[in-house]
């Protein structure tokens, strides 16, 4: 062999290295995902609900009431005068995001991994990470058209 030959391979069975350990991380973020998923999303639906309570407590009656679902879904509808809004989340196990709707809106919320492997809702190109509780905040304020 050839000392530019001896460079090439070198550079090639690195490349493949690199390669094979992104794939592992990438299939270890996945299994990450799948396994703790639900409670990503559990964790969400109870931000939503404790967001929901806390603003009926403060105005003093029942402005928002949470619709019956299944699990994977969670219904936000307003009771005010005029047309009710309807905030519909669904949690998409599959894809590892979670779908909303409210109006002629509409997005999802990607779940993604972090360094130390906990999970987390994640936004925009740029996959930023967003914490459930800013999460549940940005949702009612979509849902009263605040935002």
């Known amino acids: 062999m ?25 299939v270890e973020q996945q299994r990450l995902k799948r396994a703790n998923g639900n409670g990503l999303w559990l964790e969400l639906r109870e931000a939503i609900v404790t967001e929901c309570n806390d ?19 969670l219904k936000v509808r307003t009771i005010l005068e005029g047309r009710p809004r309807i905030l519909v989340l669904v949690y998409e196990k599959e894809g590892l995001y979670v779908d909303w709707s409210c109006e002629q809106r509409g997005a999802h919320w990607h779940i993604a991994t972090v360094g130390d492997g906990s999970l987390t809702f994640a936004r925009g190109q740029m996959m930023e990470p967003i914490r459930t509780d800013e999460v549940a905040g940005i949702m009612m304020r979509i849902l009263f058209n605040l935002e």
């Not at 603003?55 to 879904?73: F, Q, W, Y």
Request: net charge positive; no cysteine.
């Open 55 to 73: 603003l009926n407590r403060e105005m003093g009656k029942t402005i928002t009431r949470i619709d019956e679902t299944a699990s994977h879904t």
């Open 2 to 26: 050839t000392k530019n030959t001896s460079t090439i391979a070198a550079s090639l069975q690195r490349d493949e290295k690199m390669r094979a350990i992104a794939d592992e991380k990438f």
